[in-house]
């Protein structure tokens, strides 16, 4: 699975939002450790909220907060995520199912920002 990981390397982006390639993707992230998967995260930065609201890339994210919430990667692509606007991501038709995983998988600052939201 290592091998397969290193495949991805600079192709992440593109892989997430194909049918077919954000599948491996999602296991990868089931299968290794954080650490073996950190990539995937960083390479996903700056396209946070794309991601998201994408029927793929959603599904990837919401992986990475349930199988590596504690890396930095991760922390970072979910921080960039919700400096957005959260509310319109809680109503988007994909983003949604990331953003409330926050909740669950979150850092507290994190998780203040989605409840502030479903205040609003």
């Given at each position: ?65 349930q ?8 922390r ?5 995520l ?39």
């Open positions: 699975a290592i091998m397969v990981a290193q495949e991805f390397r600079g192709a992440v982006c593109e892989a997430a939002f194909s049918p077919h390639a954000h599948q491996v993707l999602l296991t990868l992230v089931q299968c290794l450790g954080s650490s073996e998967v950190s990539f995937i995260a960083e390479e996903l930065q700056g396209e946070a909220s794309r991601c998201a609201q994408n029927a793929y890339g959603n599904t990837l994210l919401f992986q990475l907060m199988f590596a919430p504690d890396d930095e990667g991760t970072v692509l979910v921080d960039e919700l400096s957005g606007d959260v509310a319109a991501l809680l109503g988007h038709k994909f983003a949604h199912e990331v953003v409330t995983s926050v909740v669950s998988h979150g850092t507290r600052a994190q998780q203040s920002l989605v409840l502030s939201a479903l205040r609003c």
